[in-house]
Protein backbone atom coordinates (compact mmCIF):
# COMPACT_ATOMS: atom_id res chain seq x y z
CA UNK A 1 0.00 0.00 0.00
CA UNK A 2 2.83 2.18 0.69
CA UNK A 3 4.30 1.24 -2.04
CA UNK A 4 1.45 2.20 -4.37
CA UNK A 5 0.85 5.53 -2.70
CA UNK A 6 4.35 6.43 -3.26
CA UNK A 7 4.49 5.12 -7.17
CA UNK A 8 1.10 7.25 -7.74
CA UNK A 9 2.96 10.08 -6.04
CA UNK A 10 6.17 10.31 -8.54
CA UNK A 11 3.68 9.23 -11.22
CA UNK A 12 2.11 12.39 -10.57
CA UNK A 13 4.70 14.33 -11.00
CA UNK A 14 5.05 14.96 -14.29
CA UNK A 15 1.22 16.27 -14.46
CA UNK A 16 1.94 19.14 -11.84
CA UNK A 17 4.93 20.22 -13.47
CA UNK A 18 3.21 19.74 -17.01
CA UNK A 19 0.40 21.86 -15.10
CA UNK A 20 2.67 24.54 -13.91
CA UNK A 21 3.89 24.38 -17.81
CA UNK A 22 0.85 25.54 -18.76
CA UNK A 23 -0.38 27.91 -16.18
CA UNK A 24 3.38 30.02 -16.69
CA UNK A 25 2.17 29.70 -20.62
CA UNK A 26 -1.06 31.23 -20.20
CA UNK A 27 0.71 34.48 -19.71
CA UNK A 28 2.56 34.30 -22.79
CA UNK A 29 -0.23 32.96 -24.62
CA UNK A 30 -1.93 36.44 -24.03
CA UNK A 31 -1.82 38.80 -26.78
CA UNK A 32 0.25 41.78 -26.71
CA UNK A 33 3.21 42.26 -23.99
CA UNK A 34 1.93 40.89 -20.55
CA UNK A 35 2.89 44.57 -19.62
CA UNK A 36 0.39 46.25 -21.20
CA UNK A 37 -1.71 46.42 -18.67
CA UNK A 38 0.90 47.94 -16.30
CA UNK A 39 2.01 50.08 -18.43
CA UNK A 40 0.67 53.54 -19.34
CA UNK A 41 0.48 53.72 -23.64
CA UNK A 42 2.34 56.66 -23.48
CA UNK A 43 5.31 55.25 -21.35
CA UNK A 44 8.49 55.92 -22.51
CA UNK A 45 11.07 53.18 -24.15
CA UNK A 46 13.15 53.42 -20.81
CA UNK A 47 10.23 52.74 -18.61
CA UNK A 48 8.76 50.06 -20.49
CA UNK A 49 12.80 48.46 -20.12
CA UNK A 50 12.83 48.94 -17.10
CA UNK A 51 9.31 47.51 -16.02
CA UNK A 52 10.42 44.40 -18.37
CA UNK A 53 13.89 44.05 -16.35
CA UNK A 54 11.49 44.09 -13.68
CA UNK A 55 9.39 41.58 -13.53
CA UNK A 56 11.99 39.10 -15.38
CA UNK A 57 10.68 39.50 -19.39
CA UNK A 58 13.95 40.49 -20.80
CA UNK A 59 15.03 37.29 -19.95
CA UNK A 60 14.72 33.83 -22.22
CA UNK A 61 11.56 31.62 -21.67
CA UNK A 62 13.15 28.71 -20.21
CA UNK A 63 15.02 30.60 -17.72
CA UNK A 64 11.51 32.94 -17.11
CA UNK A 65 9.68 29.29 -16.19
CA UNK A 66 12.77 28.25 -13.91
CA UNK A 67 13.02 31.55 -12.20
CA UNK A 68 9.09 31.10 -11.95
CA UNK A 69 8.83 27.93 -10.94
CA UNK A 70 11.37 28.72 -7.93
CA UNK A 71 9.35 31.13 -6.32
CA UNK A 72 5.88 29.77 -6.66
CA UNK A 73 7.26 25.86 -5.12
CA UNK A 74 8.50 28.95 -1.85
CA UNK A 75 4.84 29.72 -1.92
CA UNK A 76 5.32 33.27 -3.91
CA UNK A 77 2.77 33.66 -6.65
CA UNK A 78 3.88 37.00 -7.65
CA UNK A 79 1.85 40.50 -6.93
CA UNK A 80 -1.66 41.16 -8.47
CA UNK A 81 -1.45 44.17 -11.06
CA UNK A 82 -4.55 45.83 -10.19
CA UNK A 83 -4.53 45.62 -6.04
CA UNK A 84 -0.87 45.16 -5.45
CA UNK A 85 -1.02 42.55 -2.58
CA UNK A 86 0.78 39.11 -3.13
CA UNK A 87 -1.25 36.85 -5.19
CA UNK A 88 -1.00 33.82 -2.68
CA UNK A 89 -2.86 35.98 0.05
CA UNK A 90 -6.02 36.29 -2.24
CA UNK A 91 -5.70 33.02 -3.73
CA UNK A 92 -5.87 31.12 0.25
CA UNK A 93 -8.77 33.29 0.78
CA UNK A 94 -10.43 32.83 -2.15
CA UNK A 95 -9.84 29.37 -1.92
CA UNK A 96 -11.38 28.88 1.29
CA UNK A 97 -14.86 30.34 0.42
CA UNK A 98 -15.08 27.93 -2.82
CA UNK A 99 -13.82 25.04 -0.46
CA UNK A 100 -17.17 26.11 2.04
CA UNK A 101 -19.89 26.10 -1.21
CA UNK A 102 -17.88 23.33 -3.19
CA UNK A 103 -18.09 20.63 -0.18
CA UNK A 104 -21.49 21.88 0.39
CA UNK A 105 -22.61 21.10 -3.05
CA UNK A 106 -20.60 18.01 -2.67
CA UNK A 107 -22.40 16.81 0.33
CA UNK A 108 -26.07 17.71 -1.11
CA UNK A 109 -25.10 16.40 -4.27
CA UNK A 110 -23.82 12.78 -2.96
CA UNK A 111 -26.89 12.26 -1.19
CA UNK A 112 -29.65 12.87 -3.49
CA UNK A 113 -27.67 11.38 -6.06
CA UNK A 114 -26.84 8.05 -4.22
CA UNK A 115 -30.38 8.04 -3.47
CA UNK A 116 -31.53 8.47 -6.79
CA UNK A 117 -29.14 5.74 -8.09
CA UNK A 118 -30.02 3.35 -5.63
CA UNK A 119 -34.01 4.01 -6.30
CA UNK A 120 -33.22 3.45 -10.03
CA UNK A 121 -31.00 0.52 -9.31
CA UNK A 122 -33.27 -1.29 -7.38
CA UNK A 123 -36.55 -0.45 -9.49
CA UNK A 124 -34.88 -1.12 -12.75
CA UNK A 125 -37.60 -1.25 -15.60
CA UNK A 126 -39.94 0.25 -13.43
CA UNK A 127 -41.64 3.88 -13.68
CA UNK A 128 -38.94 4.95 -10.45
CA UNK A 129 -36.26 3.85 -12.69
CA UNK A 130 -37.20 5.86 -15.90
CA UNK A 131 -38.20 8.87 -12.84
CA UNK A 132 -34.61 8.74 -11.64
CA UNK A 133 -32.70 8.98 -14.71
CA UNK A 134 -34.67 11.53 -16.29
CA UNK A 135 -33.98 13.56 -12.90
CA UNK A 136 -30.45 12.83 -13.39
CA UNK A 137 -30.37 14.06 -17.21
CA UNK A 138 -31.96 16.91 -15.76
CA UNK A 139 -29.34 17.52 -13.13
CA UNK A 140 -26.61 17.55 -16.04
CA UNK A 141 -28.06 19.32 -18.46
CA UNK A 142 -29.13 22.30 -16.99
CA UNK A 143 -27.06 25.49 -17.80
CA UNK A 144 -26.32 26.01 -13.61
CA UNK A 145 -25.66 29.92 -14.20
CA UNK A 146 -29.44 29.69 -15.41
CA UNK A 147 -31.00 27.60 -12.65
CA UNK A 148 -29.14 30.02 -10.10
CA UNK A 149 -30.69 32.48 -11.83
CA UNK A 150 -34.29 30.85 -11.46
CA UNK A 151 -34.06 29.41 -7.97
CA UNK A 152 -32.83 33.58 -6.89
CA UNK A 153 -36.17 34.43 -9.00
CA UNK A 154 -38.45 32.35 -6.71
CA UNK A 155 -36.83 32.46 -3.54
CA UNK A 156 -35.38 35.53 -3.09
CA UNK A 157 -37.22 37.67 -5.29
CA UNK A 158 -40.77 36.70 -4.95
CA UNK A 159 -40.67 34.50 -1.68
CA UNK A 160 -37.85 36.96 -0.09
CA UNK A 161 -36.73 33.41 2.02
CA UNK A 162 -33.00 33.71 1.38
CA UNK A 163 -30.46 36.11 0.29
CA UNK A 164 -30.06 36.60 -3.65
CA UNK A 165 -26.32 37.52 -4.03
CA UNK A 166 -22.97 37.63 -0.99
CA UNK A 167 -20.84 35.32 0.65
CA UNK A 168 -22.07 35.91 4.62
CA UNK A 169 -23.84 39.15 6.56
CA UNK A 170 -22.05 42.38 6.05
CA UNK A 171 -19.54 43.27 8.06
CA UNK A 172 -19.25 40.77 9.80
CA UNK A 173 -16.52 37.54 9.78
CA UNK A 174 -18.60 34.84 11.19
CA UNK A 175 -18.09 32.09 9.36
CA UNK A 176 -19.22 29.01 10.86
CA UNK A 177 -22.62 27.06 11.78
CA UNK A 178 -24.89 29.67 12.01
CA UNK A 179 -28.01 30.63 9.96
CA UNK A 180 -26.84 33.95 8.94
CA UNK A 181 -24.23 32.55 7.54
CA UNK A 182 -25.14 29.46 6.33
CA UNK A 183 -28.59 31.30 4.42
CA UNK A 184 -26.40 32.86 1.89
CA UNK A 185 -24.68 29.36 1.50
CA UNK A 186 -28.07 27.41 0.59
CA UNK A 187 -28.82 28.75 -3.06
CA UNK A 188 -25.53 28.36 -4.35
CA UNK A 189 -25.24 25.08 -2.95
CA UNK A 190 -28.17 24.23 -4.23
CA UNK A 191 -27.48 25.28 -7.59
CA UNK A 192 -24.13 23.99 -7.80
CA UNK A 193 -25.55 20.53 -6.32
CA UNK A 194 -27.27 19.35 -9.63
CA UNK A 195 -24.36 18.50 -11.34
CA UNK A 196 -23.07 15.76 -8.78
CA UNK A 197 -26.08 14.54 -8.10
CA UNK A 198 -26.95 13.55 -11.31
CA UNK A 199 -23.39 12.24 -12.12
CA UNK A 200 -23.32 10.32 -8.82
CA UNK A 201 -27.33 8.94 -9.77
CA UNK A 202 -25.84 7.41 -12.84
CA UNK A 203 -22.70 6.08 -11.28
CA UNK A 204 -24.66 4.42 -8.41
CA UNK A 205 -27.75 3.12 -10.63
CA UNK A 206 -25.32 1.39 -12.94
CA UNK A 207 -23.24 -0.22 -10.04
CA UNK A 208 -26.10 -0.94 -8.47
CA UNK A 209 -27.55 -3.35 -11.85
CA UNK A 210 -24.26 -4.54 -12.34
CA UNK A 211 -23.56 -5.45 -8.83
CA UNK A 212 -27.34 -6.95 -8.27
CA UNK A 213 -26.39 -9.20 -11.60
CA UNK A 214 -23.30 -10.60 -9.52
CA UNK A 215 -23.52 -14.26 -8.60
CA UNK A 216 -22.67 -14.04 -5.49
CA UNK A 217 -25.37 -11.62 -4.47
CA UNK A 218 -27.63 -14.04 -6.65
CA UNK A 219 -26.48 -16.93 -4.22
CA UNK A 220 -26.99 -14.49 -0.90
CA UNK A 221 -30.56 -14.35 -1.69
CA UNK A 222 -30.93 -17.81 -2.78
CA UNK A 223 -29.78 -18.81 0.22
CA UNK A 224 -32.54 -16.98 1.98
CA UNK A 225 -30.65 -13.42 3.22
CA UNK A 226 -32.92 -10.92 3.89
CA UNK A 227 -33.43 -8.41 1.40
CA UNK A 228 -31.34 -5.82 4.42
CA UNK A 229 -28.94 -8.17 4.24
CA UNK A 230 -28.67 -8.19 0.20
CA UNK A 231 -28.55 -4.11 0.17
CA UNK A 232 -25.62 -3.94 3.07
CA UNK A 233 -23.95 -5.92 0.53
CA UNK A 234 -24.81 -4.03 -2.34
CA UNK A 235 -23.58 -0.83 -0.60
CA UNK A 236 -20.90 -2.11 1.00
CA UNK A 237 -19.74 -2.99 -3.21
CA UNK A 238 -20.81 0.10 -4.45
CA UNK A 239 -19.06 2.26 -2.12
CA UNK A 240 -15.54 2.73 -3.11
CA UNK A 241 -16.26 3.61 -6.58
CA UNK A 242 -19.33 6.20 -5.46
CA UNK A 243 -17.20 7.80 -2.69
CA UNK A 244 -14.45 7.99 -5.68
CA UNK A 245 -16.90 9.84 -8.49
CA UNK A 246 -18.10 12.10 -5.12
CA UNK A 247 -14.00 13.65 -4.50
CA UNK A 248 -13.66 13.95 -7.98
CA UNK A 249 -16.51 16.15 -8.19
CA UNK A 250 -15.39 18.31 -5.44
CA UNK A 251 -12.49 19.15 -7.55
CA UNK A 252 -14.61 20.04 -10.34
CA UNK A 253 -16.69 21.60 -8.62
CA UNK A 254 -14.59 24.25 -7.06
CA UNK A 255 -12.27 24.17 -10.24
CA UNK A 256 -15.93 24.93 -12.07
CA UNK A 257 -17.12 26.97 -9.41
CA UNK A 258 -16.46 30.89 -11.76
CA UNK A 259 -20.11 30.12 -13.42
CA UNK A 260 -21.93 29.80 -9.80
CA UNK A 261 -19.76 32.11 -8.25
CA UNK A 262 -20.88 35.20 -10.73
CA UNK A 263 -24.52 34.87 -10.10
CA UNK A 264 -23.92 34.45 -6.71
CA UNK A 265 -21.52 37.04 -6.03
CA UNK A 266 -19.38 34.60 -3.68
CA UNK A 267 -16.18 35.91 -2.79
CA UNK A 268 -14.21 32.70 -4.16
CA UNK A 269 -11.91 31.63 -6.76
CA UNK A 270 -14.43 32.54 -9.45
CA UNK A 271 -15.00 35.41 -8.02
CA UNK A 272 -11.15 36.65 -8.17
CA UNK A 273 -10.73 34.80 -11.47
CA UNK A 274 -13.59 36.82 -13.34
CA UNK A 275 -11.75 39.92 -11.59
CA UNK A 276 -7.96 38.93 -12.81
CA UNK A 277 -9.90 38.04 -16.52
CA UNK A 278 -11.40 41.61 -16.83
CA UNK A 279 -8.61 43.60 -14.92
CA UNK A 280 -5.71 41.87 -17.60
CA UNK A 281 -4.38 40.94 -13.98
CA UNK A 282 -2.15 38.39 -15.54
CA UNK A 283 -0.60 37.46 -12.03
CA UNK A 284 -3.75 36.80 -10.32
CA UNK A 285 -5.06 34.72 -13.31
CA UNK A 286 -2.23 32.44 -13.49
CA UNK A 287 -2.21 31.83 -9.89
CA UNK A 288 -5.42 31.37 -9.05
CA UNK A 289 -5.69 28.95 -12.09
CA UNK A 290 -2.37 27.09 -10.95
CA UNK A 291 -3.36 26.67 -7.42
CA UNK A 292 -7.21 25.31 -8.68
CA UNK A 293 -5.42 22.92 -10.93
CA UNK A 294 -2.68 21.35 -8.82
CA UNK A 295 -5.49 21.11 -6.00
CA UNK A 296 -7.16 18.95 -8.62
CA UNK A 297 -4.06 17.10 -8.92
CA UNK A 298 -3.78 16.27 -5.57
CA UNK A 299 -7.15 15.51 -5.07
CA UNK A 300 -7.14 13.18 -7.80
CA UNK A 301 -4.00 11.03 -6.60
CA UNK A 302 -5.66 11.16 -2.95
CA UNK A 303 -8.98 9.63 -4.28
CA UNK A 304 -7.02 7.06 -6.07
CA UNK A 305 -4.74 5.89 -2.58
CA UNK A 306 -8.44 6.27 -0.68
CA UNK A 307 -10.19 4.04 -2.87
CA UNK A 308 -7.21 1.66 -3.30
CA UNK A 309 -7.22 1.25 0.38
CA UNK A 310 -10.64 0.75 0.93
CA UNK A 311 -11.17 -1.73 -1.93
CA UNK A 312 -7.65 -3.06 -3.45
CA UNK A 313 -9.14 -4.77 -6.52
CA UNK A 314 -8.78 -1.38 -8.23
CA UNK A 315 -5.31 -0.71 -7.59
CA UNK A 316 -3.78 0.93 -11.24
CA UNK A 317 -0.86 0.10 -12.54
CA UNK B 1 -18.34 19.61 -18.11
CA UNK B 2 -18.48 17.14 -15.58
CA UNK B 3 -19.56 14.40 -17.70
CA UNK B 4 -16.02 14.69 -18.99
CA UNK B 5 -14.95 13.04 -15.97
CA UNK B 6 -16.57 9.19 -16.94
CA UNK B 7 -13.87 9.62 -19.75
CA UNK B 8 -12.12 7.27 -18.78
CA UNK B 9 -14.64 4.59 -17.88
CA UNK B 10 -16.94 3.92 -21.09
CA UNK B 11 -14.45 1.91 -22.58
CA UNK B 12 -16.36 -0.23 -25.49
CA UNK B 13 -16.00 -3.75 -26.78
CA UNK B 14 -15.49 -3.99 -30.36
CA UNK B 15 -18.88 -4.08 -31.74
CA UNK B 16 -19.41 -7.07 -34.24
CA UNK B 17 -20.91 -5.56 -37.60
CA UNK B 18 -23.39 -7.27 -39.93
CA UNK B 19 -23.61 -5.05 -43.31
CA UNK B 20 -26.97 -4.25 -41.36
CA UNK B 21 -25.44 -2.88 -38.71
CA UNK B 22 -26.45 1.20 -39.53
CA UNK B 23 -29.92 0.55 -40.47
CA UNK B 24 -30.27 -2.10 -37.20
CA UNK B 25 -29.27 1.51 -35.53
CA UNK B 26 -31.57 3.25 -37.11
CA UNK B 27 -34.21 0.98 -36.69
CA UNK B 28 -33.41 1.09 -33.13
CA UNK B 29 -33.25 4.29 -32.59
CA UNK B 30 -36.42 5.29 -34.56
CA UNK B 31 -38.42 3.07 -31.68
CA UNK B 32 -36.75 5.09 -28.46
CA UNK B 33 -39.87 7.72 -28.72
CA UNK B 34 -37.55 9.98 -25.97
CA UNK B 35 -34.36 10.32 -28.92
CA UNK B 36 -36.82 10.73 -31.75
CA UNK B 37 -38.90 13.54 -29.60
CA UNK B 38 -35.23 14.76 -28.82
CA UNK B 39 -34.47 14.77 -32.93
CA UNK B 40 -37.21 16.84 -33.69
CA UNK B 41 -36.42 19.24 -30.94
CA UNK B 42 -32.85 19.54 -32.22
CA UNK B 43 -34.22 19.70 -35.59
CA UNK B 44 -36.99 22.24 -34.93
CA UNK B 45 -33.91 24.61 -33.25
CA UNK B 46 -31.74 23.95 -36.38
CA UNK B 47 -34.21 25.25 -38.81
CA UNK B 48 -35.16 27.82 -36.19
CA UNK B 49 -31.43 28.73 -36.72
CA UNK B 50 -31.26 28.94 -40.76
CA UNK B 51 -34.62 30.52 -41.12
CA UNK B 52 -34.27 32.99 -38.36
CA UNK B 53 -34.80 36.48 -40.76
CA UNK B 54 -37.81 35.01 -42.19
CA UNK B 55 -39.36 33.46 -38.47
CA UNK B 56 -38.51 36.31 -36.47
CA UNK B 57 -41.37 39.09 -36.39
CA UNK B 58 -39.06 42.08 -35.53
CA UNK B 59 -35.43 42.95 -35.97
CA UNK B 60 -33.42 41.59 -33.43
CA UNK B 61 -31.44 44.70 -32.77
CA UNK B 62 -33.29 47.20 -33.27
CA UNK B 63 -34.09 48.63 -29.88
CA UNK B 64 -36.73 51.12 -27.91
CA UNK B 65 -35.27 53.14 -25.02
CA UNK B 66 -39.58 53.34 -24.60
CA UNK B 67 -40.40 49.63 -24.04
CA UNK B 68 -38.19 48.43 -22.25
CA UNK B 69 -38.11 45.80 -19.98
CA UNK B 70 -42.00 45.00 -21.54
CA UNK B 71 -43.66 41.75 -19.96
CA UNK B 72 -44.43 38.38 -22.11
CA UNK B 73 -48.10 38.90 -23.62
CA UNK B 74 -47.34 42.49 -24.56
CA UNK B 75 -48.60 43.69 -27.83
CA UNK B 76 -45.90 43.36 -30.93
CA UNK B 77 -43.47 41.71 -27.87
CA UNK B 78 -45.44 38.17 -27.60
CA UNK B 79 -42.46 36.80 -25.12
CA UNK B 80 -41.40 40.55 -24.11
CA UNK B 81 -38.97 43.75 -24.41
CA UNK B 82 -35.48 42.84 -23.13
CA UNK B 83 -33.42 45.96 -21.38
CA UNK B 84 -32.94 47.90 -24.89
CA UNK B 85 -36.75 47.67 -25.40
CA UNK B 86 -35.68 44.57 -28.58
CA UNK B 87 -37.93 41.89 -29.61
CA UNK B 88 -37.27 38.60 -27.30
CA UNK B 89 -38.94 36.86 -29.52
CA UNK B 90 -37.03 37.88 -32.60
CA UNK B 91 -33.54 37.91 -30.18
CA UNK B 92 -33.89 34.20 -29.07
CA UNK B 93 -34.97 32.89 -32.70
CA UNK B 94 -31.71 35.01 -34.10
CA UNK B 95 -30.17 33.87 -30.96
CA UNK B 96 -30.13 29.73 -31.68
CA UNK B 97 -27.76 30.56 -34.60
CA UNK B 98 -24.49 31.99 -32.86
CA UNK B 99 -25.49 29.49 -29.31
CA UNK B 100 -25.25 26.53 -31.69
CA UNK B 101 -22.44 27.30 -33.70
CA UNK B 102 -20.35 27.99 -30.21
CA UNK B 103 -22.14 24.87 -28.45
CA UNK B 104 -21.67 22.42 -31.67
CA UNK B 105 -18.35 23.27 -33.54
CA UNK B 106 -15.79 22.49 -31.30
CA UNK B 107 -17.23 18.50 -30.46
CA UNK B 108 -16.43 17.63 -34.37
CA UNK B 109 -13.46 19.45 -34.51
CA UNK B 110 -12.06 17.99 -31.30
CA UNK B 111 -13.22 14.50 -32.46
CA UNK B 112 -11.44 14.59 -35.54
CA UNK B 113 -7.93 15.85 -33.51
CA UNK B 114 -9.01 13.98 -30.15
CA UNK B 115 -9.82 10.94 -32.30
CA UNK B 116 -6.96 11.27 -34.71
CA UNK B 117 -4.01 11.47 -31.43
CA UNK B 118 -6.17 8.88 -29.50
CA UNK B 119 -6.04 6.25 -32.33
CA UNK B 120 -2.30 7.07 -33.38
CA UNK B 121 -0.97 6.86 -29.46
CA UNK B 122 -3.57 3.69 -28.95
CA UNK B 123 -1.81 1.78 -32.30
CA UNK B 124 1.58 3.16 -32.20
CA UNK B 125 2.10 2.19 -28.41
CA UNK B 126 5.59 2.39 -27.21
CA UNK B 127 7.25 5.93 -27.27
CA UNK B 128 4.35 7.53 -29.39
CA UNK B 129 1.87 6.83 -26.81
CA UNK B 130 3.80 8.07 -24.25
CA UNK B 131 4.35 11.20 -25.67
CA UNK B 132 0.30 11.89 -26.45
CA UNK B 133 -1.01 10.13 -23.78
CA UNK B 134 1.32 12.09 -21.29
CA UNK B 135 0.39 15.59 -23.40
CA UNK B 136 -3.07 15.31 -22.74
CA UNK B 137 -3.04 13.77 -19.30
CA UNK B 138 -1.80 17.41 -18.62
CA UNK B 139 -4.76 19.36 -20.01
CA UNK B 140 -7.14 16.57 -18.71
CA UNK B 141 -5.67 17.01 -15.17
CA UNK B 142 -7.71 20.91 -15.51
CA UNK B 143 -11.72 20.57 -14.00
CA UNK B 144 -12.93 21.24 -18.20
CA UNK B 145 -15.02 24.66 -16.96
CA UNK B 146 -11.62 26.34 -15.26
CA UNK B 147 -9.66 24.95 -18.59
CA UNK B 148 -12.29 27.10 -20.71
CA UNK B 149 -12.18 29.79 -18.17
CA UNK B 150 -8.21 29.92 -18.57
CA UNK B 151 -7.69 29.81 -22.02
CA UNK B 152 -10.47 32.61 -23.27
CA UNK B 153 -9.61 34.68 -20.30
CA UNK B 154 -5.83 34.96 -21.63
CA UNK B 155 -6.95 35.00 -25.10
CA UNK B 156 -9.34 37.38 -24.61
CA UNK B 157 -13.11 37.65 -25.46
CA UNK B 158 -14.46 36.94 -28.63
CA UNK B 159 -16.03 34.18 -30.58
CA UNK B 160 -13.29 32.90 -32.41
CA UNK B 161 -10.59 32.50 -29.21
CA UNK B 162 -13.86 30.73 -26.90
CA UNK B 163 -14.39 28.68 -30.11
CA UNK B 164 -10.39 27.09 -29.85
CA UNK B 165 -10.66 27.28 -26.05
CA UNK B 166 -13.70 25.08 -25.68
CA UNK B 167 -12.16 22.62 -28.79
CA UNK B 168 -8.55 22.47 -26.80
CA UNK B 169 -10.98 21.58 -23.92
CA UNK B 170 -12.82 19.09 -25.66
CA UNK B 171 -9.69 17.00 -27.20
CA UNK B 172 -8.53 15.37 -24.43
CA UNK B 173 -11.36 13.27 -22.96
CA UNK B 174 -11.77 12.36 -26.40
CA UNK B 175 -8.51 10.83 -27.03
CA UNK B 176 -8.43 9.51 -24.18
CA UNK B 177 -11.70 7.50 -24.94
CA UNK B 178 -10.06 6.89 -28.43
CA UNK B 179 -6.83 5.09 -27.05
CA UNK B 180 -8.71 2.88 -24.77
CA UNK B 181 -10.49 1.44 -27.23
CA UNK B 182 -8.00 1.53 -30.28
CA UNK B 183 -5.68 -0.56 -27.28
CA UNK B 184 -8.51 -2.66 -26.59
CA UNK B 185 -8.73 -3.57 -30.64
CA UNK B 186 -5.27 -3.67 -31.18
CA UNK B 187 -4.56 -6.57 -29.17
CA UNK B 188 -7.28 -8.68 -30.78
CA UNK B 189 -6.10 -11.83 -32.77
CA UNK B 190 -7.95 -10.07 -35.91
CA UNK B 191 -5.35 -7.46 -36.25
CA UNK B 192 -2.69 -9.87 -35.62
CA UNK B 193 -3.92 -12.32 -38.63
CA UNK B 194 -4.43 -8.91 -41.04
CA UNK B 195 -0.24 -8.02 -40.02
CA UNK B 196 0.72 -11.92 -40.63
CA UNK B 197 -1.00 -11.55 -44.03
CA UNK B 198 1.16 -8.82 -45.05
CA UNK B 199 -1.11 -5.79 -44.10
CA UNK B 200 0.80 -2.10 -43.52
CA UNK B 201 0.15 -0.49 -40.18
CA UNK B 202 -2.09 2.10 -42.53
CA UNK B 203 -4.37 -0.05 -43.87
CA UNK B 204 -4.84 -2.16 -40.45
CA UNK B 205 -5.94 1.36 -39.09
CA UNK B 206 -8.03 1.88 -41.84
CA UNK B 207 -9.71 -1.38 -42.73
CA UNK B 208 -9.79 -3.27 -39.39
CA UNK B 209 -9.59 -0.30 -36.28
CA UNK B 210 -11.22 2.68 -37.35
CA UNK B 211 -14.93 0.52 -38.34
CA UNK B 212 -14.22 -0.91 -34.26
CA UNK B 213 -13.25 1.97 -32.89
CA UNK B 214 -15.11 4.90 -34.64
CA UNK B 215 -18.69 4.00 -32.99
CA UNK B 216 -17.43 4.46 -29.53
CA UNK B 217 -15.82 7.64 -29.69
CA UNK B 218 -18.37 8.63 -31.90
CA UNK B 219 -21.17 7.99 -29.11
CA UNK B 220 -19.24 9.44 -26.56
CA UNK B 221 -18.03 12.71 -28.41
CA UNK B 222 -21.87 13.16 -28.88
CA UNK B 223 -22.46 13.06 -25.46
CA UNK B 224 -20.22 16.01 -25.45
CA UNK B 225 -22.33 18.41 -27.18
CA UNK B 226 -24.90 18.96 -24.31
CA UNK B 227 -22.09 19.74 -22.29
CA UNK B 228 -20.21 22.10 -24.85
CA UNK B 229 -23.68 23.87 -25.55
CA UNK B 230 -24.15 24.49 -21.68
CA UNK B 231 -19.90 25.63 -21.36
CA UNK B 232 -20.02 27.63 -24.64
CA UNK B 233 -23.05 30.09 -23.74
CA UNK B 234 -21.61 30.42 -19.93
CA UNK B 235 -18.31 31.64 -21.51
CA UNK B 236 -20.54 33.98 -23.28
CA UNK B 237 -22.72 34.49 -20.14
CA UNK B 238 -19.10 35.62 -17.91
CA UNK B 239 -18.37 38.05 -20.96
CA UNK B 240 -15.41 35.87 -22.84
CA UNK B 241 -17.32 34.83 -25.80
CA UNK B 242 -19.80 36.60 -28.35
CA UNK B 243 -19.57 40.34 -27.50
CA UNK B 244 -22.87 42.55 -27.82
CA UNK B 245 -25.13 43.29 -29.00
CA UNK B 246 -25.05 40.07 -31.04
CA UNK B 247 -28.17 37.82 -29.83
CA UNK B 248 -26.63 34.57 -28.52
CA UNK B 249 -28.58 33.11 -25.48
CA UNK B 250 -26.03 32.77 -22.72
CA UNK B 251 -25.40 36.61 -23.51
CA UNK B 252 -28.46 37.60 -23.46
CA UNK B 253 -28.84 35.73 -20.16
CA UNK B 254 -26.29 38.39 -18.59
CA UNK B 255 -27.21 41.09 -20.00
CA UNK B 256 -30.90 40.13 -18.40
CA UNK B 257 -29.40 39.50 -15.29
CA UNK B 258 -30.10 42.68 -13.52
CA UNK B 259 -34.20 42.47 -14.71
CA UNK B 260 -34.68 39.49 -12.39
CA UNK B 261 -36.12 41.84 -9.76
CA UNK B 262 -38.47 43.35 -12.66
CA UNK B 263 -39.20 41.25 -15.31
CA UNK B 264 -38.08 37.70 -13.68
CA UNK B 265 -39.97 35.61 -16.87
CA UNK B 266 -38.14 37.23 -19.36
CA UNK B 267 -34.98 37.15 -18.27
CA UNK B 268 -35.18 33.55 -17.68
CA UNK B 269 -36.09 32.84 -21.24
CA UNK B 270 -32.67 32.88 -22.59
CA UNK B 271 -31.21 30.52 -19.66
CA UNK B 272 -34.88 28.07 -21.07
CA UNK B 273 -33.94 28.20 -24.57
CA UNK B 274 -30.16 26.75 -23.33
CA UNK B 275 -31.70 24.25 -21.07
CA UNK B 276 -34.07 22.65 -23.79
CA UNK B 277 -31.44 22.34 -26.61
CA UNK B 278 -29.17 20.96 -23.97
CA UNK B 279 -31.28 18.23 -22.29
CA UNK B 280 -32.34 17.37 -26.01
CA UNK B 281 -28.71 16.80 -27.29
CA UNK B 282 -28.18 14.40 -23.88
CA UNK B 283 -31.26 12.43 -24.67
CA UNK B 284 -29.97 11.81 -28.71
CA UNK B 285 -27.03 11.06 -27.28
CA UNK B 286 -28.48 8.46 -24.51
CA UNK B 287 -30.60 6.95 -27.56
CA UNK B 288 -27.53 6.60 -29.90
CA UNK B 289 -25.72 4.87 -27.23
CA UNK B 290 -28.45 2.50 -26.64
CA UNK B 291 -29.24 1.85 -30.26
CA UNK B 292 -25.61 1.47 -31.35
CA UNK B 293 -25.16 -1.55 -28.38
CA UNK B 294 -22.34 0.76 -26.80
CA UNK B 295 -21.83 0.13 -23.37
Not at chain 2, 16 to 32: E, K, M, Q
Not at chain 2, 89 to 110: D, N
Request: hydrophobic share 55%; glycine share 10%; aromatic share 8%.
Amino acid sequence: MLFYTAKRFVLMLPVAIGVSLVCFLLVHLAPGDPLSAVLPTDASAETQAEMRKLYGFDKPLPVQYGLWLGRVLQGDLGVSIASGRPVAGEVINAVENSLVLAAAATLIGFVLGSLLGLLGGYFRGTIIDRLSSFTAVLGVSVPHYWLGMVLVIIFSVQLNWLPATGGGPQGSDSKGLNWDYIRFLVLPAITMSVIPMGIVARTVKALVAEILNQEFVQALAAKGLTERGVFRHVIKNAAPTALAVMGLQLGYLLGGSILIETVFSWPGTGFLLNAAIFQRDLPLLQGTILVLAIFFVVLNLLVDVVQTAIDPRVQRA
Amino acid sequence: MSAVASAGTSLAAPVARSPGYWSGVLRRLSRDKVAMVALVIILAIVLMAIFAPYLAPADPAKGSMLRRLRPIGTPNYPLGADELGRDMLSRLIYGARLSLIMGVTPVPIAFVIGGALGIIAGFAGGVVNTLIMRTIDVFYAFPSVLLAVALSGALGAGLGNALVSLTLVFIPPIARVAESVTTQVRGLDYIDAARASGAGALTIIRVHVLGNVLGPIFVYATSLVSVSMILASGLSFLGLGVRPPEPEWGLMLNTLRTAIYTQPLVAALPGLMIFITSVSFNMLSDGLRTAMEVK
